[in-house]
């Protein structure tokens, strides 16, 4: 922009190619004479984070032998989330249709959201507690698949090449969506457009077709 043209002392052209914003961020590197880059996203866990990490899962699940599933129901902004009642109905119907056992994900001021689920559904869900961000990333790594709105959680399985089924709102899915991991893409631009059946198919088509539940 022009108006911040004063903050930089070298200047890239413009590519209007619709690419994804973690290679958009590698470009500058590119440009200053790095020949080797890694494009992949990865995350790095200690065996003191992967033995805290396999302890809470232990005493949180309750049917291990089923594939995991991580919901996020929450968003930062509620109009880019999907209705809080789908995820509901989401959670419940992998839970009693015993496909997968899920847990949800709750994020730092969310407790009331997931309290509010669990109490108007007919299965209760377990929740991971508030973690630490190295925490959350190794959580998705054990999990068979991760559910989420357009946030961050989604680049934590890139990282981690967890399977996720994003439901994007708004935003260009090719430039903010997940990258080198399987995924399916959801648009719901219009309220109400996009039905659970729908999201618990491509639930069930990836656990189908993905790698065999991890083991702790």
């Given at each position: 922009h022009d108006e911040t043209s004063w903050l930089y002392d070298i200047r890239l052209p413009?590519?209007?190619q619709p690419r994804h914003e973690s290679l958009n961020n590698?470009?500058?590197?590119t440009h200053s004479g790095l020949?080797?880059?890694s494009k992949l996203p990865r995350l790095y866990f200690t065996d003191d984070e992967d033995k805290k990490v396999n302890t809470r899962l232990n005493a949180l699940r309750e049917y291990p032998e089923r594939p995991?599933?991580?919901?996020?129901?929450?968003?930062?902004?509620?109009k880019w989330g999907w209705a809080t009642k789908n995820f509901q109905i989401v959670a419940e119907k992998l839970s009693s249709s015993k496909k997968a056992e899920v847990l949800f994900i709750c994020g730092p001021g969310e407790e009331p959201l997931i309290n509010r689920i669990n109490k108007q559904a007919?299965?209760?869900v377990n929740c991971?507690?508030?973690i630490s961000i190295k925490e959350l990333g190794l959580t998705i790594k054990k999990s068979n698949l991760l559910l989420c709105n357009h946030t961050g959680m989604m680049h934590f399985a890139s990282a981690v090449q967890t399977p996720v089924v994003v439901i994007f709102k708004h935003g260009e899915t090719a430039r903010w969506g997940p990258i080198n991991t399987p995924h399916v893409l959801l648009?719901?631009?219009?309220v109400g457009t996009l039905s659970t059946e729908v999201v618990l198919s491509k639930i069930n088509q990836l656990l189908t077709n993905?790698?065999?539940h991890k083991t702790i």
């Open positions: 413009i590519d209007k590698l470009e500058l590197l020949t080797k880059i995991l599933v991580l919901i996020k129901p929450g968003t930062r902004i509620k007919s299965v209760t991971l507690p508030v648009e719901e631009k219009k993905t790698t065999n």
